[in-house]
């Protein structure tokens, strides 16, 4: 039996407080992993060069509700800053913004460092982008503007190695495997990565119970401005037209994924590391990330960097202006 007071000689990483099983839970962590930690509290010598940082479907899975950011300003310093403030996921978006493949890596370095999962989010469904992103060694991948089930297949496909799918076998020399210090990657691949694909115009509204029901689609993203830009009002996402769409979406995909639950329960179905049917969304004025929790999403992100920042910035500015400056004596220096 491990000793728990063997274990808890590593405490940047189990503090005394939990109980092994308990850490296990909380952090998403599997018996591999957690093995690999226990081994590095007895010998220092092959501790990791970092805490990993925590399986995010492996929390779902558990049941956890996941907050997340979009970073859309290419910012290692403000990955890291959303990372050690404790978000659990952050969306490196090079769909929207100036994110590339090489702006992308120092923001998963970065997240890496403050213990913080990536989901790298595409710019097209393309096995070229999937590629390139899948060696950065991201938690998950979010693909846009997925319309059909055909196409959320073929997302699938982009994350599989062949013969389930068509991703490269470089996996020996590139970031994913810790340049192949990892000889457990391959087994784990799969398992560990989770595929999020993006349901953001009315066609894809459509087929999009179809979509959830995708094996190996873990989550659909469920996004208000896009869809409200593709019915005809620009930007317009409290449009009750709009929001009776969503509605309607949100009600098929939280549908789907309580029917897997029940069918888990029951012992059919199996799906096994797969989460599945999962429902995402992006947090709004007039519908806050509280809300959608209550409502059973499962991933929730609900807030955009760049957006915090110009709200602060603007906000000091206007506390400057507004201010009534006495320069008088007991001013001066």
Known sequence: MISFLSVARFQK??????????????NGFGDDVFARLFAASLDPDSAPLSPEPRILKSRLVAGKTLY?????????TLAEIAGLAGYDYVVVDMEDGSSGIAEALPCLRALAAARTPAILRLSELSAAWAKKALDLGPQGLMFPMIE?????????S????????????????VRASTYGIDDGYLARADEELLVMC???TAAGLAEIEAI???????????????????????WDPRNRKVRDAMKEAERKVLGMRNKLSAAEGDGAGERGPYFGGGGGGLAMPHDRAENMKIRGYHMVTG???????RQAAVEDVRRWRSAEVDIGEETKL
Do not use: N
């Open 68 to 76: 997340g950011l979009f970073l859309l300003s290419s910012s290692p």
């Open 212 to 234: 959830a029901g995708v094996e190996g689609v873990d989550v659909v993203q469920m996004e208000p401005l896009d869809l409200s830009t593709s019915m005809g009002y620009l």
């Open 148 to 156: 059909s089930p055909g196409a959320a297949e073929l997302a699938v």
């Open 158 to 173: 982009f994350c599989r190695f062949p013969p389930r799918g068509v991703r490269g076998s470089a996996h020996t020399v």
């Open 303 to 309: 807030a955009v960097d760049v957006g915090i920042f």
């Open 198 to 200: 993006q349901v953001e």
């Open 13 to 26: 990483v189990i503090p005394p407080s939990l109980t092994p099983s308990r850490f296990k839970k909380q």
